[in-house]
């Protein structure tokens, strides 16, 4: 495996994004709109709409996630930032605050369909806490799903991440709302 990089989306990396997510937009059209938009919107938006949302996004501030890099092929999105950059899970009962700290959220990690079960998860993980610790963030904050052993998880629930691949990139438990759902986090 080849080091890993990351570029903030912007019109530049706009196609790779694309690349990244495929025809469908991640899982249902989502475009990585999920924890930024109402369900109501996000329904509304589905496909095409959530597409031109997050084009709306690509190169503002706060930057609204990485595409990642191994060489210069894209193999993943991370939709991060300010945990207020993402309503819906602000609202989250599940995924609620755990104390007032300022994290950098990660909210999203999707691997390109032909990379997935390659390994790449801790790798890219480590990249998106270099690059937030340089965009001056001192903590980093994942959702994961932790699978039930012997279960996979489904593209729908693993958008968020995997628990292991988070432990091996040095996150910590800080809380855990469900059995399968641990809050976790890391100092940059």
């Known amino acids: 495996m080849g080091s890993l990089t990351v570029r903030e989306l912007s019109r530049e990396t706009w196609g790779d994004f694309e690349s990244v997510l495929g025809a469908n937009g991640g ?20 496909g095409e709409g ?75 993980l480590e990249a998106v806490c270099d690059w937030a610790s ?13 699978p039930r052993e012997g279960k996979r998880a489904g593209a729908d629930t693993a958008m968020t991440g995997i628990a292991s691949a988070f432990l091996d990139a040095g996150f910590s438990e800080v809380a855990r709302p469900r059995a399968d759902r641990p809050i976790m986090r890391r100092k940059v």
């Open 27 to 46: 899982a249902r059209g989502c475009w990585c709109m999920h924890w930024r938009l109402s369900i109501k919107e996000w329904t509304e938006g589905k």
């Open 50 to 124: 959530n597409k031109k949302a997050m084009k709306r996004l690509a190169g503002r501030e706060p930057v609204p996630g990485l595409v990642v890099y191994e060489q210069d092929t894209p193999v993943a999105w991370c939709s991060l930032g300010p945990r207020s950059s993402f309503p819906r899970l602000e609202r989250s009962p599940l995924l609620a605050n755990v104390d007032d700290e300022e994290v950098c959220a990660i909210a999203c990690v999707y691997v390109e369909k032909g990379h997935r079960g390659s390994g790449l998860l801790p790798g890219i």
């Open 134 to 146: 340089a965009a001056g963030y001192t903590t980093a904050e994942g959702y994961p799903v932790e």
